[in-house]
């Protein structure tokens, strides 16, 4: 099935839009939903899910040799195009240059709330980085929209899954604690 070329121009429309969420000041939400994505598009019942999904394949396909790549977003599942990874570095700022405190804060933070069903709490962060303060470095990744806190807890703010891919994260973690002698690999 051959889709038409206002198909793609809705979903480069959806996909890379941005809009803000009233709900939560700076909270900036990218892409559209699929149920969205799939009623814009006229896609209704099973036919039109199979049409939908083959249309996001062939999408994809097409879209890569300019570098582009659709992601979803794993804390809120917005679908959105994003460059491909070394495009992506290319253009990308790194809020994290010169703060090398403030990465291995988040590193920590984000491996907490990935063990702990979301989120985890200030004395489990201090004791984890062996420091006596950490609030700063909370409430500076609070401000850079990459934290969310709430008294004591402390959670990913949903951008996160914007930069982040969490499956390369969590193979990287894992190769290191292999490394470091910390897991053993299953038989």
Known sequence: MKFKLNEYAILFHLLSRQQSDNSLP?????????EELKDKLGMKGKIGQDQYQRLLEQFAENIKPFGLKIRQNP??????????????????????????????????????????SGSTDLGTIQKV???????????????????????????????????????????????????????????
């Open 129 to 187: 980085r062996k420091k006596m303060d950490i609030q700063g470095d909370v409430e500076e990744l609070c401000q850079l929209y990459l934290l969310k806190q709430s008294g004591n807890q402390v959670k990913i703010h949903e951008n996160v899954g914007y930069y982040l891919d969490l499956d390369q994260f969590s193979q990287f973690m894992e190769t290191e604690a292999y490394r470091a002698g910390n897991l053993k690999k299953d038989p």
């Open 75 to 116: 804390f809120n599942h917005y679908w959105y195009l994003t460059q491909n990874h070394d495009i992506q570095n290319l253009f990308a700022g790194n809020p994290f240059s010169n703060k090398t405190r403030l990465a291995a804060t988040f590193t920590v933070i984000l491996s907490l709330c990935l063990i702990n």
């Open 26 to 34: 700076g909270k900036i939400l990218i892409g559209s939903h699929s």
